[in-house]
């Protein structure tokens, strides 16, 4: 059994900053990429960066030079620095993980989604 945590979501003014956290844990051998995704009401969901096992990075267009991905991989744990927020980034952020687990082989994860909300 694999699980991803969020944590870290809440309320943060416009020009604010946020940092989300997801541990992954249970059966677990390895895992690939990690990334965040986002969906905000009547949308669909998005990528909004991704990072390799080794450190290589990939951004939204509309979060480049705001938004930071770093991960911890002794910790199993994926972050996202969000500074220079704007009310367009309210959504359900949620973290996603490429797992290869002990017993149960390929599998990719999905946390519960945490809130986060720009207020103008």
């Known amino acids: 059994q694999v699980q991803l945590v969020e944590s870290g979501g809440g309320l943060v003014q416009a020009g604010g900053s946020l940092r989300l956290s997801c541990a992954a844990s249970?059966?677990?051998?390895?895992?690939?990429?990690m990334g965040w995704y986002r969906q905000a009401p009547g949308k669909q969901r998005e990528l909004v960066a991704t990072?390799?096992?080794?450190?290589?990075?990939n951004y939204a267009d509309s979060v480049k030079g705001r938004f930071t991905i770093s991960r911890d991989n002794a910790k199993n744990t994926v972050y996202l620095q969000m500074s220079s927020a704007k009310p367009e980034d309210t959504a359900v952020y949620y973290c996603?993980?490429?797992?290869?687990?002990?017993?149960?082989?390929?599998?990719?994860?999905w946390g519960q989604g945490t809130q986060v909300t720009v207020s103008s």
């Open positions: 249970g059966s677990i051998f390895s895992i690939n990429d």
């Open positions: 990072i390799s096992r080794g450190g290589r990075t």
């Open positions: 996603n993980a490429d797992i290869i687990a002990r017993y149960s082989g390929r599998i990719t994860g």
